[in-house]
């Protein structure tokens, strides 16, 4: 897939498109359908299959002083969109200059001439243009106007499918909005289940305090900053995928640890299965790893004294391994992440 960061570096051969828009975050099973839709669209036309996205992100320009954190980093995302088929993403600048293009100018400068679209893929929901005032029907009637085709993808919502998972019964429909409140909850299991695959997070392990591994269970610890938003506090169930393509099982530790005075919030992971003699020659440090988060254990809460700890963590060990279905005695598995 190539990744262009303006319509200038797409390339003047670059042939006619099928193309859709959105933001993409953490490349959701609603953004799944959407690229799927581009793709079989542009294969059987014959059209290179293209998704339109914004760097920054709108939220970022609109909402300076508001803080956001991406559901997962730009090399995870790019993978994700990459895996799907895409021929292209165009990440277009955007600033404040950009969203005040009214629909049609938005459209025929970036879809028709930037980009020779003959088929646009939407969501029924699609806003576009100056204060969003551009909808389906502004899209329809563009299209007819430049002679490409609307397709209007039906959303993945708790109406269809989307219900039986999560068992919400009211409408609901998969956004990044309900995933940011379900991990913002601890809810990573149903956060999973609209995302298509378990949250993630990646970045480089790095030196902490070392308690952990002062009271048996050594962990490690992601840098500050590392991508990925890092869920409510608390104890979880997941899997560690280092740079030599091994999946460990890990316990996740998130949250300041309240037992300790004066620690700031991070994510560490205690990896299981190692064998007892090779536990302290184990490093991870400097590795750019992959955090996945499979179920939520418990939340963060303080214990009195080291020895309520210690049984408390062994508890989590146990209850880790029972979640992912392994015995102790397992060790690490090659693969990539799940999806």
Known sequence: ??????????????????????????????????????????????????????DPHPALVHRPDVPHYPIMGMRDSLDLLDELGLDALVLLPYSLEFAHQTPE?????????????????????????RHNSGDLETMQALGEEYG????????????????????????????????????????????????????????????????????????????PGSDGLIPADGVYAGWLHDEAGLRWPVAISVGSNPTFEGVSRQVEAHVMGRPQEEVEDF???????????????????????MDALIRQMAQDVDDAWAVLGQSSSSGPVPGAPRS
């Open 283 to 305: 490093n991870l440090y400097g590795q750019n790893v992959l955090l996945e988060f499979v179920a939520h254990l418990r939340p963060m809460v303080a214990y009195e004294g």
């Open 105 to 129: 100018d938005f459209i025929r400068q970036t879809f028709v001439e930037g980009l020779a679209a003959k088929k646009v893929v939407i969501g029924a929901d699609v806003r576009f243009g």
């Open 148 to 223: 490409f085709d609307v397709v209007v993808v039906e959303d993945l919502s708790t109406d269809n499918d989307l219900g039986e998972l999560t068992g919400d019964a009211p409408h609901r429909r998969c956004s990044s909005t309900w995933i940011r409140e379900l991990l913002a909850a601890g809810d990573v299991e149903t956060a999973a289940k609209l995302l298509g695959r378990f949250h993630r997070m990646r970045g480089e392990v790095v030196h902490g305090a070392a308690r952990g591994r002062e009271l048996g269970f050594p962990t490690a610890n992601m840098a």
């Open 1 to 54: 897939m190539d990744c262009f960061r303006s319509l200038d570096q797409v390339p003047e051969d670059f042939g006619a498109t099928a193309v859709t828009i959105g933001n993409f975050d953490g490349v959701h099973r609603g953004h799944t359908r959407v690229i799927q839709t581009v793709v079989e669209q542009a294969r059987a036309a014959g059209l290179k299959a293209v998704a339109i996205s914004f």
